[in-house]
């Protein structure tokens, strides 16, 4: 089955301890990439990527790194969380870079930061 | 920068009624793409329709269909004969050069039968 896997799908951790979530998708995709849910504010992109060792910023990615070593995996890492990186977080991917193809996303993970 | 402005942070429907949910965007592109996903509450997002900027012709997917306004920069979704199943919540998204979907901030809408 086609799919885009993200774990965990909920995470509770405290305080700038290091925690990486994984993004695999089995697809082959060339794009990927992150965002994250807030309430009253949409979807907002952290990082993307558009191939292997190809990675960009995206509006809010400040206190995020992002790696793309194989083309199937896309993982976030967030080195020092703090509490304003509680959030909902999905990965996406597409065949292409965007274009009227369609964002194949995540089950989404819940993140709290405490 | 592009924005996606949707209007109605909450909606609500009875079963079998119709439904429309508003959008704006802003863009100086002529050639762009649109999307409205539903995100139920098992918050998977699900892509809902499409809709192609050059394309003059308004898309439609069974009960889920589009009314596209290129040059007000509009594009609402209407869902006609409204189920229980469609509680959601909508967002709709640009196409941005091809590196991001820019999402509104999402209209929650609620079906009562």
């Known amino acids: 089955e086609a799919q885009v896997t993200q774990n965990p799908r909920y995470l509770i951790t405290v305080t700038g301890k290091k925690l990486t979530v994984t993004c695999s998708q089995n697809?082959?995709?060339?794009?990927m990439s992150w965002y994250r849910q807030d309430p009253g504010l949409g979807l907002r992109q952290i990082y993307y990527?558009?191939?292997?060792?190809?990675?960009d910023k995206g509006d809010v990615p400040e206190g995020y790194k992002v790696s793309r070593k194989e083309k199937r995996n896309f993982p976030l890492i967030l080195e020092s969380p703090s509490p304003n990186q509680t959030s909902l977080y999905f990965c996406?991917?597409?065949?292409?870079?965007?274009?009227?193809?369609?964002?194949?996303f995540g089950q989404g993970t819940r993140l709290t930061v405490v | 920068a592009q924005t996606v402005t949707q209007s109605q942070p909450e909606m609500s429907v009875q079963e079998a009624e119709t439904v429309t949910l508003s959008c704006t965007y802003d863009?100086?592109?002529?050639?762009?793409?649109l999307f409205w996903y539903k995100q139920p509450p098992s918050r998977q997002m699900i892509l809902v329709i499409r809709?192609?900027?050059?394309?003059?012709q308004n898309a439609t997917e069974n009960r889920f269909s589009v009314n596209f306004q290129k040059a007000a920069k509009s594009f609402s979704l209407k869902i006609s004969d409204s189920q229980l199943g469609d509680a959601a919540m909508y967002f709709c998204?640009?196409?941005?050069?091809?590196?991001?979907?820019?999402f509104g901030k999402g209209t929650t809408l609620s079906v009562s039968s």
């Open positions: 998204a640009y196409n941005q050069a091809g590196t991001a979907l820019i």
């Open positions: 697809m082959n995709h060339e794009y």
């Open positions: 809709q192609e900027a050059y394309k003059q």
């Open positions: 863009t100086s592109e002529s050639d762009y793409y």
């Open positions: 996406a991917s597409s065949p292409i870079p965007l274009s009227n193809t369609e964002a194949f």
């Open positions: 990527s558009m191939n292997v060792e190809v990675t």
